[in-house]
């Protein structure tokens, strides 16, 4: 499998410019990844947990004999923690990090939605919401069907974790 990633001006000029996205749900709110970061989707499985790691950060899963941490996005951002359902699954993603380049992460959400094709005319920028307020990690905000998809740089969002 071919490990080279784009860097994140290139994904997020990617996202801009639209094309298919992995939309998921978040305690109710849609989010969207290039589908090109994406390497699988699974079932929640058993989590073995790492001491001293932060909050949203679950644990680590082995997947085929190779050991990917797993981050749980309602907890990172700052979102009530809520017991898995039926539909709760791990999106494992392809991360740049800085320190060890490109590694896999898990991503637990609450459940897939649908690959889409985002044209670039119904993408919009990130609005401003003042200094006090990062966006850093929205590459920009998705109008599909009549609801607001915010478009994720997933390298922003995970790229410090290191388990």
């Known amino acids: 499998m071919n490990e080279t990633l784009a860097s994140p001006v290139q ?9 298919k996205m992995l939309t998921f749900d978040v305690h109710g709110e849609s989010y969207g990844i290039p589908v090109i970061k994406v390497r699988e989707i699974i079932q929640c499985v058993n ?18 004999g190779k050991i990917i941490p797993v981050a749980d996005l309602r907890l990172k951002f700052g979102m009530p923690e809520t017991p898995n359902t039926e539909r709760t699954c791990v999106i494992v993603a392809q991360v740049a990090t800085a320190a060890r380049g490109a590694i896999s992460v898990g ?19 990130t609005p401003e919401f003042g200094a006090a307020i990062d966006t850093g990690y ?26």
């Not at 991503?107 to 920028?125: G, K, P, Q, R, S």
């Open 107 to 125: 991503l637990m959400v609450d459940a897939v939605e649908e690959v889409v094709h985002i044209a670039a005319t119904d993408i919009e920028h």
């Open 11 to 19: 994904a997020s000029n990617a996202a801009l410019a639209g094309g």
């Open 47 to 64: 989590i073995t947990s790492v001491p001293q790691t932060p909050e949203y950060i679950k644990g680590v899963i082995n997947l085929r």
């Open 138 to 163: 929205l590459v920009g905000l998705a109008k599909i069907k009549g609801k607001v998809v915010l478009l994720l740089d997933i390298d922003r969002v995970l790229g410090s974790v290191e388990v």
